[in-house]
């Protein structure tokens, strides 16, 4: 879900191409170009839980966001998360209640819910206007300013801090359009 | 078997060591076939309880695996360990580390964070589990790891906050204890064993090493324990080649162990068969070597002389050869009595021969020696044998000897009778004290010879000589003893047959003497001793020669002259008369070839040497060798040439009337003086006896007979010679009554060749005085 700024400009395509060779979907590339003021929260931001599954399993919202997780199951959850930009912990609420959470700092919350180890999610908050998801494709589109910028991206299988690649990105004024490797 | 052994002694042994070596290689090849069976099923169950134990191995791998991963999954899941964890509350994290590891059973465990911090104590691996930790890939829960010599075993479990951010870990060091563990779960006594792979990729424990190629498969090694079967379960690594393997290994020695009552009772069992077979072989073998060895010991003994014998038990082969043993022994020992008998009895008679005899007298000697008392020993013979055998035949010989041997037999009560060849006999006449028996013995044998035998239909009159002697009287041996009753005999045979004499020493000195003359006569005829002398015949006017007699002389070199009737029996007796015989009539010859024609040689010829083979040619010989005039030849011959029978001589005297060579009958008058010789054969010449010629001139019956001799002589237009004309009377007389000849020392004593041949050269007679 890329987040539009005011300023489009060059169209930037990256693929994501996983250590396995093939495109990377669900991960969250982010393109950071120095200057760039961060995205305002706009509009409602929830995580709901329905089939014993986090919908949508991955958020991306920006800093100062307050994200609801509405449960839409016939069971209880009890949801949580101990990452370092947010940690919290929803304890046990039924059917057709909510809970909102305000994600004040950057950074990836990784959600789990401490009844169902399967239910894995998370609520990317991210500082920059340029952030999206990779479609099945491995692929995000988005238009950014030309300058010198750096693309990041994050996926839990990355082993590195945070989860993050980062590198430059050089972006030129007719856009770009690149394919990042991930190795082991 | 032509196998080298050592020969054996004894069939027994043989077949006994034959039949228990056959067995016994029988028994070995059954042993050497178990053992390799046994040892082939215990390869193959070991190899299966191992393979079975190795999948058990596996499985409790796994289930320990799950069990500590369990146990792990608990705590990392654990809300409020993960929530520790993610606030990086090491203390809390410690202490629910130290309850796991209590709650767990295991010496360590640790938490290793996705950035490698490492949160309590991992042993012997320090900081490296969290690099091991890493590298376990996938979904991968468990690792073994090589380090340093030393092998531990991970299994992690994910701490998730809802991702990894971090893994539990247990270390297990797989150490001696916890092999030793691992051994007991095994139902077989297995021992396990740590293997870790070298830089060559082969495997080790220090000790043994397996190649890299090392399958999942049951092999052979041999470990300080002996010979052992073995597995090796390779164990994964984190990531890569495993770097460690668990041995299982099975001692063969154990492996055999279960079969070892098996291998014990089939090698007591094979003994105890053994010894059975050694024991039932030894006794058939002796079964059947029994009658064998009966039978070699039996034909030793007969080898020996023995009579032996053994007994038959059985119908088979054995049995057969000792029935046919003992018949074959049975003969040689009746062969050899017979031979006994046949070499100590006389075939003819039955009688003991000269052998027996020659024993029986040295035993007889022997006893009378110890006993002090006398034998006899009579040698007899038949008188006349020798021409009952010629005119009856051999035949009625024999009859008549068997006879004989009976009428002996009877006669002798019990003295011991042999006969020692032709009609010689001889008896042993023991235990007596005096002369007296042997001479009655002697005289009943003489008696019982007076009555004339019935033989085969001839009415044959026999007589016997006999001769005695006896012991000590007349020798002290049996030889001695012998040859003296042999020179009695001949005395009396010489004395006229039928009587017996006791042997005197004088006997033996005469026959010592006739041996001398000899051997000295051979060697006179060898050196030329001998020589002749000629006694001159004259006309009856005592004056013209008419011819010579050849006279032998024998001048002796230390006995001087011996007289030819001492000498001439002795060459008769000995066959010498031949040579000698020979000698003279070359000689005679030779010489008469000096003397006028009309001067002829009369050469004595013996009965034995006109009757012999080659007589004819020796006269022959001698006249054509001098080239003398057979008619100046004359051979006097006695009327005793007739008594061996008149058919031979006839013949002879014609032979040399067919020469053209005289003959002379000599000392006519005297022994039988049969006028039928006169009729048979026309003598040339008789010569009147000197006993006739010595009275012719004093006693007138004397005279008559010389008388009668001469017309005799006359009618039957024959010469006469008197011989032995010693004085004129005589002469007178003989001249008177017609005797165309005359021989006597009146005339002329015999002269050597030379006088013989000066006087023939006066052409007259020199008388003597």
Known sequence: ?184 | MNLSLPPFRTLRTKLTVLYAGLFTIGLVALAVLAQVMIERSARSSATDELATSASVYDRLWQERERSLAGAADVVARDFGFRSAVASNDVATIESALDSLRARAGVPHAVLVTNEGQVIGGAGELGGKISRFVGAIQGDRRDAVVASDYSVHRIVTAPVLAPNEIGRIAFVVPLDASEMRGLEKLFAIPLTAEMLIRTRTGAWSDGHVTFPASTGRSVTNIDTPAGRSFAIVRPLAAPDGPAQAALLLSYPMARAMQSYRSIQIGLVAAGLAWMVMIVIGTGRLARGIAKPIVALDAAARRLEEGERAEVPVKSDDEVGRLARSFNRMSFGIKEREERITHLAFHDGLTDLPNRAFFQQSLDQAVARAKRLDEKVGVLCLDLDGFKSINDTLGHPVGDALLRHVAQRLLRVAEGAMVARLGGDEFAIVVSESDDLGRSRRLAQAVLDTFSEPLEVDGHTIATGSSIGISMYPADGKEAAVLLKNADLALYRAKQDGRGNFRFFEQSLDEAARRRRQIETDLRVAIRTGQLQLHFQPIVASDGEAIRGFEALLRWPHPERGFIPPVEFIPVAEETGLITQVGEWVMHEACRVATTWPEHVRVAVNVSPLQFRSQGFGSVVLQALSTSGLAPNRLEIEITESVFLEGETGVLQILHMLRALGVRVALDDFGTGYSSLSYLRSFPFDKIKIDRSFVTNVANDASAAAIVKAIVDLATALNMETTAEGVEDAGQHAELQAQGCSTLQGFLFSRPLDAVAAGQMVGSSKVKRAA
């Open chain 1, 1 to 184: 879900m890329p987040i539009a700024t005011a300023a489009a400009a060059a169209p930037v395509t990256i693929q994501v191409i996983g250590p396995d060779g093939r495109p990377l979907a669900g991960a969250v590339v982010t393109v950071t170009m120095l200057g760039t003021p961060p995205p305002a929260p706009r509009g409602s931001y929830s995580v709901a839980q329905r089939n014993i599954q986090f919908d949508p399993q991955v958020l991306i919202v920006p800093v100062g966001a307050t994200v609801s997780f509405p449960n839409f199951d016939k069971v209880r959850h009890h949801v949580y998360s101990f990452s370092k930009p947010k940690k919290f912990e929803l304890k046990l609420f039924g059917r057709d209640e909510s809970r909102t959470i305000t994600f004040d700092k950057p950074g990836a919350v990784m959600l789990g819910c401490n009844i169902h180890d399967s239910m894995n999610g998370v609520v990317y908050v991210t500082a920059s206007p340029y952030t999206a998801l990779t479609d099945a494709n491995g692929r995000v589109r988005m238009n950014v300013a030309a300058g010198g910028g750096r693309v990041a991206v994050w996926h839990p299988s990355i082993r590195s801090a945070n989860n993050t690649l980062e590198q430059p990105a050089p972006i030129a004024a007719t856009g770009l359009n690149t394919t990042l490797q991930l190795r082991r």
